[in-house]
C-alpha cells in the first residue's frame, strides 16, 4: 500500500509570531511546512530556530523560501514549485502606530500583497485553500458591540484600511472564481513571542527590567483602549480549523472579554510586587491620530461550527508574559553585572 504524503502548507510570514505558532501546530500533525522570509543582512528567524534545529531530530518536514508579497511574479514561482494544500497569509506591516508613519508601504504590503498572492493562486490554476488574517482593527469605530462576522467595518489607520481592502478581495475571489479563501478576523492575540514594540509585550518588557533596576520607568500612550486578548497559540488553531471545513466562511476569532490597557498594566506590575503608577508615564507621542477604544470580539459562530473555545485566561495571558521576560531581564541583569555595569533592583 502507498504511504499517503503528507499535507503541505505555506506559510507567509512564518517568522512572525503566529507565523511560529502556525508551525509548530502544523508540523505536530505531520505537514510538511514552508514558509517565505525576505532576504535581509540580518538573520530574523528567532521565532522558528527551535523548529529548523530541532527537524533532524524529530523528523518534521522545514523549508524557507527567499520571496515578499510585494513581488506577484515571485509568489507564482514559490507556489507552482511547493504546490501547497494549504496557504496561510500572515505575513503584514502589523503594527497600527507605525501605519501612520508608513502609510505607503502598509497598503503595499497588507493589501496589495494580499492582492498578489490571491491572483498568483488564482493564476496557477492549484487547487489550494488560503487563510487571509483579518484583523478586528477593521471594526475601528464600532458600530456595534459586541462585534460579530456581520458588523459593519470602520478603519481608523492605515493599517486597518489595508486589511479591509485583503479582506474584501479575499471574499471576491471566493465568489468570483470558487477559490476556498476564507478571513479570520482575529481579535488581539498575543504572547511571550510578540514583538517588543506592541504595547502588551512592551509593557511585560518594562516591567521585568524595572524590576531588575535595568529600566527606571515605562512610557506609555492612552491607558483606556480596551481590547479583547487572547493567547496567539490558541488564535492558530482556529486559522487551521477553518480551512478543514467543507465550506469556505469568515470567522470571528476572540475571547469575548475586553480589557484595558491600564488593567493589563495593573495585572502585570501586581505580579511583580510593583506599584504601576509609580513607573508608568503617559507620553504624547504614543497616542494614535484616531482611536479605536473598544474593541470585543463574538466567536459564537467559530464555537458552534468550528468546535474551537479558547483556553488561556487574560491573566493566564499576563503570568506567561511576564514568566518568559522576567527570565529574559535575569539573563540582561547577569550580563550587565559581568560589564561592570552598575544595576539597582526593585525587590
Sequence with gaps: MQATQPKKALITGITGQDGSYLAELLLGKGYEVHGIIRRSSSFNTDRIEHLYADRHITGAKMFLHYGDLVDGMGMREVLSRVKPDEVYNLAAQSHVRVSYDQPVYTVQADALGTMNLLEAIRDTGLPTRIYQASSSEMYGKVRETPQTELTPFHPRSPYACAKVFSY??????????????????????????????????????AATRIKEGLQDALYMGNLEAKRDWGFAGDYVEAMW???????????????????????????????????????????????????????????????????????????????????????????????????????????
Excluded: C
Design 241 to 347: 480549523l477553518m480551512l478543514q471545513q467543507d465550506k469556505p466562511e469568515d470567522y470571528v476569532i476572540a475571547t469575548g472579554e475586553t480589557h484595558s490597557v491600564q488593567e493589563f498594566l495593573e495585572v502585570v506590575f501586581s505580579q511583580l510586587n510593583l506599584d504601576w503608577k509609580q513607573y508608568v508615564k503617559q507620553d504624547p507621542k504614543y497616542f494614535r491620530p484616531a482611536e479605536v477604544d473598544l474593541l470585543l470580539g463574538d466567536a459564537t459562530k467559530a464555537k458552534k461550527n468550528l468546535g474551537w473555545t479558547p483556553k488561556v485566561t487574560f491573566k493566564g495571558l499576563a503570568d506567561m508574559m511576564v514568566k518568559a521576560d522576567w527570565e529574559l531581564a535575569k539573563r540582561e541583569r547577569v550580563i550587565a553585572e559581568s560589564e561592570g555595569k552598575k544595576v539597582g533592583s526593585k525587590r
Design 168 to 205: 474584501w478581495q479575499t471574499v471576491n475571489y471566493r465568489e468570483a472564481y470558487n477559490m476556498y479563501a476564507v478571513n479570520g478576523i482575529l481579535f488581539n492575540h498575543e504572547s511571550p513571542r510578540r514583538g517588543e514594540t506592541f504595547v502588551t509585550r512592551k509593557i511585560t518588557r
